[in-house]
Each structure stands twice: as C-alpha cells, then as structure tokens.
C-alpha cells in the first residue's frame, strides 16, 4: 500500500470509529483498557524481541546512549505502560459531562456537553511508551487516535499498537480506534499534515524542530506543545533559603524537560548574599552556570552569559543568571524571552506576589514554588498527553477533559426566531 | 509605509498595547465602549462621508445591489453601532474570573483564571458594521486587535477605526488596542495570516473562499467561521404542525446565514401527509425546492435534486427535500452532507430524540426548535463574533467568553518536587 493509500484507509477507519467511540459508555471503555494492560503483559516477550530489533538497529547506526536508552523496552518498563492504563481506568471520564444549562425567555433550555473531539493525530519521537500512553487517553476520552511514531521505534510501536489494538476489538472497541502509521517513508507526515477530512487536531511531541515543522505546514489544527524556556525570579522581599531550594530543584531535579528552569532572574538588593553560596550548590550539582556581569562579579568563575543564552532553552545542567534592577526589569526579561510555559517567583511581599500573578502570561505562573509541577499528574488531571504552550483550547498541561470539546444540545417545544 | 512595515509595527504595537489591556479593570473598559459610541454619533458625518467615497467606487466597480447594501451606512446604521457598543457595557466581563480552583496534596493551591487572548486578527468582508462590532467585543475581553477589512469598505472602515480608536484611547486604552490594516494590498492577508509572533489567533470572517485561504495558508492558529449546510429532518413521530413552522421558519426567515436550512429530510411514513402541502406554503414565500425522486412523486413541480445539491449551502431561497427510509438514514445524510454547525429533528419520541442529541456530531443540535437560533445573542451571550465551525477551543456561537483563555495561578509555601 502506498503512503497516500495508508493515510487514507486509516483516516477513513478512524473517522468511522469515531462515531461509535463518542457514544461508548465509560464502563466499556475501561474494560477495553483493563484489557490492553492485560494483553501488554501477557504479549511482553512479542513486544521485547520488536524491540531488540529497534535497538541493534539503533546501535548500528550510532545512535547516543541517552536516545538508546529512551528507546529500551524491558519487563519493568512494559510492566509501567500497563499500569498506566489501569490508572485511566479510575479517572472520571469527562465524556457526557453536561458543564452549564440555562434556559432563554423563550423557554428553550441550552446545555453545553463535553464531547470528544473525534479524531487525534499524534506526531511524536523516540519514546515508545508515548504509543500506548496517547492511545489510552485517548481511548478513554472517546476519540479515535491516528499515531505516527519515530522511525527508530518503528518496530516497537508497531508491535505496541498491534498489542492494544487487538485486545481493545477484542472488548468491543471498533476497529480503526487505535491506528499506527505503518511506514517510515516521511511522506506520511506531510499527509497528516493536511488530512483535515479525516483529523480534528493533530498534538506534536518532540523537539523543537518537529513542532516547527508541523505549525509551519499543518492546515488541520495544532496543539503546540513543549518549548519552556522557564525563569524562577528571586525578589527582594524573597525568603532566601525557600529561593534556593526552589532554585536548586527548578534546574536540576530533572534538567532535560520543559518545565524546568532555564534563567534565574535576582533582584540586585539580595544577589550579593543569595549568589555566592547558590553557585557553589549548585555546582557541586553540576550545573554550569553563565550569568551576566553582575552575577559575574560575585562569581566570578561562572562564564559570560550571551544574549543567546536568554533565549535558550537548554534542557541540560546548564543555568543562565542575570541581576535585575527591579521587579519590572524581571517583568521585562520574561516577557522578551519567556515562552508563556511556567514561571515563578519567590517573594514574600503580598502585592508584588499578586502583580506577577497578573502580569506574567504564561501557561502557568507560581509564587513561591518550583516551575517543575507544571505536569498533568502533578495538577491532580491523573494523566497527561503533553503541555500546551499556545493559547487556543488547551493550556498548559493536557488531561482528559483537554482531549474533549462540547455540542449545544437545545430542547424545544416548537421554538421559531421572530 | 510598505506593507510589510506596516504589519510589523501594528503587530509590535498591538502586542504591547495588549498587555496593558490584559490588566485594566472592567470599568475602564466599559468607560471607554461608552466613548467610543458617543464618538460615532459625533462624528457620523466624517463617516458617511467616508462611506459615500466608498459607495460611488462600488457602483462604478458594479457591485450587486445585495453588496451595495451590506456595505451602505446611514445614521440608522451608525446609531445602531453605538447601541451594540453600550449593550456591551452592561454584559460581565469574563476576564479575570476564577472558573476552578483547588489544593494538591502538598498544599500547593492551583486556581485556573480566564485572561484574554492577547492580540486577534480579524479578516472580514464587505460589511462596515463587523469592524466596529469586532473592535467593542476584543475591547471588552481585554484584547488587542487588529482588523482587516474587504477592499469595497476601506474607506467607512478607516473612517470608523480612526473615530473609535481615538476615543478610545482619549478613554484610557492603551495605543494600539485598536488597529486597521490601512492597505488594500492582498499581501497584507498573506503577512497577517503568518505573523506567529504578533497575533494568538486569526478569525475569518466571510464567504467559503476567503475561510478556505485563512485555513491552508495561516501558520497563526485559526478558528474557523461560518458555513452550514444544516438539516431539519421531520421524524415519523413528528407534531407535523410543528415541524412545518420549523421548517417555513429555518428556511425563510433569514435564507442568507449559516445556520438557515439547506436540506429537509422527511420519514417515509409522514412525507405524503407532510410534503405536498408544506411544498405549497414554500413555494407562496417563494422558495424553489429540489427534491429526490420520491419528493417529487408528491410534489411534481419540484425540480430533480442532485448530489451537488445534497452538498451545497444554498444561503437563498432554494430547499434541497429528501425523503429517507429511516432514522438511521437521516443521521447517515447529515453525517455525509453536514458541515457540523446546526442540526435539527422535530419528533415527539423520547428515545428518538435523545438518540439524536447524542449521535448527530453539531456545534449545535436541536430537537424540536429551527436552526436559526445558533447566533450568540439567541444563545444569550449578549454578543458575538462569529459562529465556529472547528471543534478546537470554541464551538458554535463565539460570544465573549470565547474570546479568552486561562492560565493556571499556583500558590505555594516553597513547594518542590520530589
């Protein structure tokens, strides 16, 4: 089958599934996932030898130890997928939820229903576990998922998808549900791209380069995630013990994700005390760190910062420091360099707290705690399918109720407009 | 100024201007909607005259007698503008309400709080009344805009952004809230539609083709307005009474908007009893029908419908008629011809219509009530800025609260993660 052919054929199945899925009730969508995790288990050794295919594959051609190793399936990682799923089965399904009803002067009674938004393309890279976390949520909230892996995982996910699919028919689930594109060939991107026809909303996950790709060239619509080039400014006012552990987890509890801090912003009336001590944790961390001139004269071995730096998203064990003037000047720095994902400030003054509250735009904006809860388990959502950083829909973290939009259902009793 | 300089700094200044915006309280804003309409009836001769320039043009270019009337201002007209301006005073302002708000296990409070948008480009067509309407709802939601009209109005358009945007600013509201693209250049559609780093969100506003070149061709996030091709469908167990009111009213009231009838569909078991005589009443308000073959066994007159027919969005006085086998038939007619904005069945079967409020995949679905009634001021939102077709963010009628999104506020006690 040719690529345009694929497309097509799933996209049709999807569509159709679709109609179907919207109107499962919850009982036999969580059957369907208690299944999945099931046949996950039972199918582990036929998930492992794809797997080892994917990895001789991706050692042969050089791949780094870090991709290798988010590539790797074993009995405890299948194991996690599995686990993941049940937990989907636990979450209200927000399906069905009628969020407001009011009625007109005319006596026609408008509610506002939680739908799923029908057909979710995903676009992602290396992680296989994305494969069946997407399709679990995605399951549970009623839509049909159309998933196009990175060529390093091909097998993986193939064999995933092969897995859970099944097993989801199995438990009554229309086929088409649940859908991987079979082919390598990048063609197929640049389809799903512009299958408007077929999907509702197409979700990249990945690095920089993808997301641009698909905002650059999609005609269906995108929910951009991940870019967070985040900031933690410390106030005058700032309690600076709370400041340096927010500090220190901020940038090194996990460094290579999006909600970690990438700029640390101090106000100049406490760098002096806050700086010194704070660059020797952490480097004592590893953190290599690249401050401004003023940082620099405090610590002096930290290396020059470069406007490039402020605008750099790291993702690594590496922290740009800048003294700022003022609370505005902190203001200022986010809004030139920030990309609206997560930002914070410590400080113990009420109505500085309150105005950075106000004037910061961003997903997701703290006072007094770490950039690093901007996640949909650390929400309370219970699952996750990515951080939006744009503004329409959905923002910040993504959870069920993230994957539904809503139909106006009208009762009348013969209504007409004068 | 060339085009592309005139984007850039209207995109600069509407960014800035935007944030300002996002913080300043509702009876500022109101203060100035309240100016901004004072300011057209002073000022309504600067713009008649302005109209009248473009008046002449159009009926020198040719332009049909319907364009000529959407695009002809009078005092009537201009007053009109300024009530639609003061009704916007009395309607809440969503911005700034606090829609959730909840605490984590570790104390970490999390409140999700509606904030406007930021900058929204606006690409419209002929009528001068959208820039005036667009500009009090963006004002209202605390966002910047920034407007493009069709060429046929440039001049009223000028004339009424240059009245408005100097009381408002006189107001209080920061430069640039307000911004008309002052070209007629066709480039300036094409810069609007990638200005990423300007604009959060683009709405068309206008027939198919000029939605259809916003949707290949906008990297800018889009929400799609307008067409409709919606259904009444009139069940077996119709009051055939009421679906003839429904029917007459969804076709005839208003035959030019989206949500008017395009297609009736009719149970088999009714369509003798229902058809010839609603074909009559149709035909006295002058409206051509085009029936199936089974419609045209009992209303011989009507002309032979075609497949294009099934698909097209008449906005006139022409009704596509189709009797169907079945309820089933009808929901697979409207999941294959329908546009997913309005859709209607008039039955006095309870499962049938529960049955159809959960299958039929619509912005808005209607039992027992016409489809004319998915307009924002019908819905009681007091305003609106165009009915959306898409499923991402907003669906059906865009009143204001549409034209907001959230972020998250998180309160914290020096929380990190583990």
Same sequence: chains 1, 2.
């Avoid at 389809?191 to 905002?215: F, K, M, S």
């Amino acid at each position: 089958m040719n690529v345009a052919a694929e497309v097509q054929a799933k996209g049709k199945l999807a569509r159709e599934a679709a109609r179907t899925l919207a109107n499962l009730n919850t009982a036999r969508k969580n059957e369907a996932l208690l299944a999945m995790a099931r046949a996950l288990e039972e199918e582990k050794d036929f998930i492992l030898e794809a797997n080892a295919r994917d990895m001789a594959a991706g050692k042969e051609k050089g791949l780094s130890r870090a991709l290798l190793d988010r590539l790797l399936l074993n009995e405890k990682r299948i194991q996690d997928m599995a686990v993941s799923l049940r937990e989907l089965v636990a979450l209200p399904d927000p399906v069905g939820e009628v969020t407001s009803m009011w009625t007109r002067p005319n006596g026609l009674q408008i509610g506002r229903v939680r739908v799923p938004l029908g057909v979710i393309g995903i676009i992602y890279e290396a992680r296989p576990n994305v494969t069946v976390d997407a399709a679990g949520l995605c399951l549970k909230t009623g839509n049909a998922v159309i998933l196009r892996g990175g060529s390093e995982a091909f097998n993986s996910n193939r064999a995933l998808t092969r897995v859970i699919s099944r097993a989801a028919t199995a438990a009554g689930i229309p086929e088409g549900a649940i859908q991987l594109i079979e082919t390598t060939d990048r063609e197929a991107v640049n389809l799903l791209l512009r299958a408007n026809e077929y999907l509702d909303v197409l979700i990249p996950r990945g690095g920089a380069g993808l997301i641009r790709t698909v905002v650059e060239n999609a005609t269906v619509p995108v929910i951009e995630t991940g870019v967070g080039n985040c900031h933690v400014y410390v106030d005058a006012a700032a309690d600076l013990e709370m400041a340096r552990n927010i500090v220190i987890n901020a940038k090194t509890q996990r460094p290579g994700v999006c909600n970690a801090m990438e700029t640390l912003l101090v106000h100049e009336k406490v760098a002096a005390e806050f700086l010194p001590s704070l660059a020797e944790a952490l480097k004592e961390k590893g953190v290599v760190l690249r401050g401004c001139e003023r940082t620099r004269e405090l610590v002096p071995w930290a290396e020059a910062a470069t406007e490039e730096d402020w605008a750099t998203e790291y993702l690594d064990l590496i922290l740009a420091i800048r003294v700022v003037d003022s609370f505005e000047a902190a203001l200022e720095h986010i809004h030139t360099y920030g990309t609206k994902h997560s930002e914070a400030i410590v400080t113990s003054n009420y109505q500085t707290a309150r105005e950075f509250l106000a004037r910061v735009d961003a997903a997701a904006v703290y006072v007094n705690a770490s950039t690093r809860f901007t996640d949909g388990y650390e929400f309370g959502f219970g699952a996750e399918i990515g951080i939006s950083t744009q503004k329409l829909h959905a923002r910040g973290p993504m959870g069920p109720e993230q994957l539904t939009t809503f139909k106006y259902i009208i009762f009348g009793s013969g209504q007409i407009r004068q």
